[in-house]
C-alpha cells in the first residue's frame, strides 16, 4: 500500500507527463503550421484528447505559448548557473557553459525555433518576462568574462557586447542544425566551444 507521500508524488509526476505531452504536441504543430494556423482543438487530436482535458493544464493557447517559449532559456539559466559554481579557471566554466547551453538548443531546437518565430504573439507581460530571463543570462556571462580579463585570460573590449555575441552565436545553432544532417552534436558543440573562445582569447596567445 503506497504511503500518502508516495501517492502524492505519483500523480505530481503524471501530471508533469501530461503537460510535458502537451508542449511537444503544442511545439510540433507551431514549428510546423505556425501559431495562428494552430487550434486547441488540433492539438487535442494529436494528442487523442479533447479540448476541456488541455483547458485543465492551460487556460489558452497563449499560455501553451508562453511554456515553451520560456523552455530554452530556463534550462541554459540552470546550466549556466551550474557552470559558473564549478571550480576552475573563467575559461573552464566559458568552456562549460557553451557546452551545456549548446546541447539545450540542439535538444529543444523546435522550442527555440517556435520561440524566435512566435514571440511576436506572447501575452506582453510573457514577453517582457522572457526576455528578463535572456537579459540575466547575457549579464551572469559578462561577470564571468570581467573575471576573467582581470585574471588575464580573456582579452575583450566591452564585456556585455561580448557576452551578448556569444549569447547570439549559441542561439543561432537552432536555426542551422540539422538533426542527422552534415554535423553530429558533438562536432557542433565542439565548433562553437571553438569559435566562443577566439572571440576572448588575447591576441597575444
Not at 66 to 82: F, R, T
Amino acid at each position: 500500500m503506497p504511503t500518502a507521500r508516495e501517492t502524492r508524488q505519483l500523480k505530481h509526476e503524471v501530471a508533469a507527463f501530461k503537460r510535458r505531452r502537451l508542449l511537444e504536441e503544442a511545439s510540433h504543430l507551431f514549428f510546423s503550421n505556425g501559431y495562428e494556423s494552430t487550434t486547441l482543438d488540433a492539438v487535442a487530436e494529436r494528442l487523442h484528447v479533447t479540448k476541456p482535458f488541455i483547458y485543465s493544464y492551460y487556460k489558452n493557447k497563449g499560455e501553451l505559448l508562453a511554456e515553451i517559449c520560456q523552455i530554452g532559456i530556463q534550462q541554459s539559466l540552470e546550466a549556466l548557473d551550474w557552470a559558473l559554481a564549478q571550480g576552475g579557471s573563467a575559461s573552464s566554466r566559458l568552456k562549460l557553459l557553451v557546452d551545456k547551453v549548446a546541447h539545450i538548443i540542439i535538444e529543444n531546437q523546435e522550442y527555440i525555433v517556435v520561440y524566435q518565430r512566435e514571440e511576436k504573439n506572447l501575452d506582453p507581460e510573457d514577453a517582457r518576462r522572457i526576455r528578463d530571463m535572456r537579459h540575466r543570462f547575457d549579464l551572469k556571462v559578462a561577470t564571468l568574462l570581467e573575471e576573467g580579463a582581470r585574471g588575464g585570460e580573456f582579452e575583450i573590449g566591452d564585456a556585455a557586447m561580448t557576452a551578448n555575441s556569444i549569447s547570439g552565436l549559441i542561439s543561432w545553432i537552432s536555426n542551422w542544425y540539422r538533426p542527422g544532417g552534415k554535423w553530429s552534436p558533438t562536432e557542433v558543440v565542439m565548433h562553437t566551444i571553438g569559435l566562443a573562445m577566439r572571440m576572448v582569447t588575447p591576441t597575444r596567445a
